[in-house]
DNA sequence: TACAGTAGCGCG
DNA sequence: AAAGCGCGCTACTGTA
């Protein structure tokens, strides 16, 4: 009550602003000696509400007020636009946001400078709680104690009726976001965050423009595999009508599983979560039977054309360029997350799936630079356990293929047959994620390869003979979990869990490896950025890969500059990450 | 009509 | 009890 009191409800006006802003300052300065606290300011920008329907998203909702608060008690907010460039804060200023990136292209769109030195009480929050929700109310009531922070909905319904209600809830977010900071920035300290938290911070501006820029798709090929698609998801419906010999809604799980199951009297071999008879794929590679192998067939074509074929189009700009949104925080990992769309998960596999990635190409007189780190995770493990069979396999050079060496060790023997290297693939990939036999027979079984669970039990029985290094590596990360509640990945990036349950430990081996890698591919996305020549690009990131898009004639030199960036390896990293990269016109003849 | 949950599946 | 980590998207289902 106390605080409400002190609040003066200001509405500045452009004539007075820049001298009462000037008077706040020098106030607020002889209060407090601090001069790094003096020199913080958060700063909130409000926008008109989202609204799928009027197509009003973050990335160009129009800016309606801007709030700022010194000290998190006072606050001003403004709605007059011709004020805002008076009360934006000096390049001399650290301006605190919460979720930067969305208010670095507010102020942008507003044509407002966007502040050099700045820090975000969002990022701190993902790297110190990576487990649960990061909404600013939220952190509010958990942080500051805030009892009932009012919603965006519930003071955008007032905005018209009562602006006032508007204006303070607006400074709340500025007073809520400074305060936050005052927490965070002590905490990320303590727990030796800063190292990672200031790389976040870095990628920021190299994320924003990755998603500016775009990606330039093909429309006009993506409208032809339309036509093609439909005919043969057409087609393979009525042959599979024909062997039901009924017609049936191919979409719901529960149809399928009444034509197989009750129809056809299939035994069914799996259930769902819910403990309904699972009809997923593989469920139905089990089953073999001609209607189950057409159903995958069919659910394999109709994926690509509802989740792709149909949808990308619609994201197109008016150059045909579509901008996912890249969230450098989206994965607990410290992995990106991408949506709208994701072009994280652009079919790679099946022929058709290649004719999707033909779609993206770049503009007329440009190339596309694809380069992925080779085998990036197992050489993470290499580094990790300091195996020596991996270490040998990855730091001595020369033409070396892991997935040989496990079948070699695995079946004994020097001459090892296509068959037996696969299984050695599934292996290696899958003991970063604490794979056991009994995920190991399902997977090989899926993919076609006969065994048994015995059998799969001694195939991890002599990885682990071979690989002591990565025993005994997964072991102590099992007893850190469970000691401690939380590992740390190379860069000090940390992920909390309980440890209590098999899953838990699973997920602790495997963010050692996931995180890092991530990491290490965010450190080169930032090192790149200053690096590229005017005009060449990062257009996307999927995980392990970057693309470039860039002129031509400046192909060459591009790619030895991504490269190099990509393979230089932090100081104490001891395994060699290199990278194959490729100068193309289209994604699809990266591989 | 809106939203949450489920099943299934695309990627690294 | 589940049995491999991390995501987002679509279609369907259930509820209000």
Redesign the pocket.
Known sequence: MEENDLIKVTTVTTEECEKAIKKEKEDIFEENQDAEICNLIAIDTETEAFDK?LGITPRNAKMIGLSLSQDGVLADYSTDKKSWAFLMPDDEQTVIFHNAKFDFGVLRRAGLPVPQKFEDTLIASHLLD?NNAHGLKLLAKKHLGINDPVTFNEADKMRLLDPEVFAEYARNDARYTFRLWEKFRTELDKQELKEVYEMEKQLLPVVMAMETHGMKIDTDSLAAISLEVKAESARLKSEIFDLAGMEF?????????VVLFDKLGLKCP?Q?????????????KEIAHPLAVKI?EY??I???A??FI??LPKFADENGRIHPEF?PL????G?F??????V???????EL?KAVRRAFICDAGNKLIVA?FSQ?ELRVLAHYSQDETLLKAYCTGGETDLHTITAQKIFAKEDVDKNERGIAK?IN????????????Y??LTATGITTTQGECKRYIDDYFKTYKGVHKFLKKVKETIQKRGYVKNFFGRR?RLKGF???EI??A???II?ATSADLVKRAMVALAGKLPEGAQLISM????LIIECRSDHAEAVLKIVVEVMQDTPEGFTVPMPVDAKIVDCWADAK
């Open positions: 329907k990576e809604e191919l979409n719901k799980p529960l149809s399928v599983g799996k769902t979560a819910k403990g309904a008879r699972s009809v997923d794929s593989e469920s139905l995958l659910r394999s109709d994926k690509l509802n989740t149909k949808v969230k989206g994965a607990a990992t992995r997350s991408c949506a709208d769309p994701n994280q998960q652009i079919p790679n596999k099946s799936g992925d990036m599934m990939f899958g003991i970063a994620y604490g794979i056991t036999d009994v995920g190991l399902r997977r992920r349950s098999s899953r699973r997920q081996q495997n963010f996931q999927i995980h392990d890969e």
